[in-house]
């Protein structure tokens, strides 16, 4: 436990399938079945997940089917997190301190805290999308229940943190989403779409992939201030994460913004999902495409993180 990030990279590499992590499919059918009124916020990495059939229109009708009242981007929140943490860079580096690093990956977050603990105070108090997008529905349906549905088993732990247990009620990763698409039956190939999504921008369902972040935030911070410079650097995979931290620390990257993301690719390759990465990074690349608005500048909900911190 001393060492253990949480990343659930441990669940997809065991040979035997010896490792487990903890399931609320259980929890979640029960609150629906209790008339909940349970939404559903959902990683933009979910995009074809679940077969070469499942639109957006298909994945709504598929979750409706469930007893979701309501499915909702977590794009919302990265694109709620990008503006707040290109403000937090601007303010911050190098005023307060040499450089920043992302908020969003929790193992990331949580080899700091374990490795790194005197750079602990140089990550972005922005708080991720999952919890952004938690406590915007939460705000708005006050008697709501939310699932996150993601790719990410960390996730699991940051949803129980004594900060977001009252935001996040349940998190099930694509894995354990299928397995209640597979009990009901549901066919993708055969089911009536429904609403689309259309509320998260390109930028943020760009979360998904490695990079992602760094070149949202800095994307906004050279939109927003044309004149400051910001360089970025990242690393995906937990060996790359701690190079990465440990050149930091000496002071090789002053100035810069860091994007750390646990899984080798990023989100898409988290160990609760269901497509080989580089398959669904370019399923994300195509979705990001298809947004009705290009940067977080344009979200409806860009100035609403300060409310919900």
């Known amino acids: 436990q001393d060492k253990c990030v949480a990343c659930g990279q441990c669940l997809v590499s065991c040979p035997f399938g010896a490792i487990v992590d903890k399931g609320q499919i259980f929890q979640v059918i029960q609150s629906i079945i209790k008339g909940d009124k349970v ?3 959902v990683a933009p990495a979910f995009i074809g997940q679940f077969g070469k059939h499942s639109t957006p229109g298909k994945f709504i009708a598929a979750m409706k089917k469930l007893g ?35 908020s969003c990956c929790p193992a990331w977050h949580s080899m700091i805290d374990k490795l790194f603990p005197g750079e602990i105070g140089k990550i972005s108090m922005t708080l991720t999308p999952m919890v952004l997008t938690a406590r915007l529905m939460k705000k708005k349906y006050p008697q709501c229940k939310v699932v996150f549905v993601g790719p990410c088993a960390a996730k ?24 209640m698409f597979e009990a009901k039956q549901i066919d993708f190939e055969t089911i009536e779409p429904m609403d689309d999504l259309n509320e998260g921008t390109a930028a943020g369902r760009g979360f998904a992939v490695s990079g992602g972040v760094a070149g949202a935030v800095a994307d906004v911070i050279h939109k927003t201030h044309p004149d400051a410079q910001v360089l970025t650097a990242r690393a995906e995979g937990l060996r790359e994460c701690r190079k990465l931290m440990t050149l930091a620390k000496a002071g090789k990257y002053d100035g810069y913004l860091l994007e750390g993301m646990a899984c080798p690719g990023g989100c898409v390759a988290g160990a609760g999902t269901l497509l080989p990465v580089e398959l669904a990074a370019n ?26 911190g």
């Open 156 to 179: 699991k732990l940051e949803a129980i943190r004594e900060d977001i247990r009252s935001d996040v009620d349940f998190v099930l990763t694509f894995e354990e989403l299928q397995g």
């Open 283 to 308: 399923v994300v690349g195509r979705y990001q495409k298809e947004a009705d608005t290009e940067s977080p500048l344009e979200s409806p909900y860009r100035d609403q993180a300060e409310d919900l």
């Open 39 to 41: 939404i559903a916020i």
């Open 68 to 102: 979701f009242e309501r499915i909702v981007e977590v794009a919302v929140g990265a694109d709620m997190c990008t503006v707040a943490e290109a403000e937090d860079f601007l303010e911050k580096v190098p005023a307060e301190q040499n450089y920043m690093a992302t």
